[in-house]
């Protein structure tokens, strides 16, 4: 079976530009969960789906938004790119309800903002 | 608030030595704490998990980590590790949403 898949692998924006990240979760998986990972730094929650709703939701600003598709799919979109915003972003994907325990991780999607 | 310490950011051992990384973390409330493993340009791969029961918890590749509620903490060790082993390591709780710590990056010496 296909793990969490992730696209794009690397990306390239400039500050300002507009940005979506996709997440495609294991078969059979309903929630997706978000994560951002600055350089040197253990991953950050930014959001938490299951069953297209949003079920969490970390200590990020507006900029960040995300939405799951009917199925399970997810998108993440970052408006008004910072060079902060320069990270690895992780996708996870987790079987049971909204209760994660065990979340099974993609390669990540890395932007660099110029 | 809650938080993960792990003490230790890079931590040297050589090949068939044994390892411990350390992990702390501050919650008022029962949690569920994690190890996971990053290698090089990947994600992270679910090492170990506690979630109720034995405190003694064995994972994958020989890994195991000892919960101790009184001291609020979750090492994971290895007796004797590899070069394989390489990698970055992150402790991870788990109240309402998943804290991990910054990590530990494991250097196996030949």
């Known amino acids: 079976d296909a793990g969490v898949t992730q696209s794009p692998t690397h990306l390239i924006k400039t500050r300002g530009q507009q940005v979506t990240l996709r997440c495609s979760p294991i078969?059979?998986?309903?929630?997706v969960s978000w994560y951002q990972q600055v350089l040197g730094q253990g991953p950050q929650f930014i959001f938490q789906?299951?069953?297209?709703?949003?079920?969490g939701r970390g200590n990020f600003p507006d900029r960040f938004s995300a939405r799951q598709f009917p199925n399970y799919s997810s998108e993440l979109n970052v408006n008004a790119l910072l060079l902060g915003d320069s990270a690895l972003y992780l996708c996870?994907?987790?079987?049971?309800?909204?209760?994660?325990?065990?979340?099974?991780f993609g390669p990540g999607t890395r932007l660099t903002v110029t | 608030a809650q938080s993960v310490t792990q003490l230790d950011s890079q931590v040297p051992v050589f090949e068939e030595a044994p390892v411990e990384l350390r992990c702390n973390y501050s919650s008022s409330v029962s949690v569920y704490l994690f190890w996971y493993v990053q290698y090089p340009n990947q994600g992270l791969q679910l090492l170990l998990k506690y979630l109720s029961g034995s405190t003694l918890v064995k994972g994958i590749n020989g890994f195991e980590a000892e919960f101790n509620k009184s001291q609020t903490s979750f090492h994971l060790r290895k007796p004797s590790v590899h070069i394989s082993d390489t990698a970055e390591y992150f402790c991870?709780?788990?109240?309402?949403?998943?804290?991990f710590g910054t990590g530990t990056s494991l250097t196996v010496i030949p």
């Open positions: 078969s059979g998986h309903k929630s």
């Open positions: 996870a994907s987790s079987g049971g309800g909204t209760v994660t325990y065990e979340q099974y």
């Open positions: 991870a709780v788990r109240v309402s949403q998943f804290y």
């Open positions: 789906y299951y069953e297209k709703e949003e079920r």
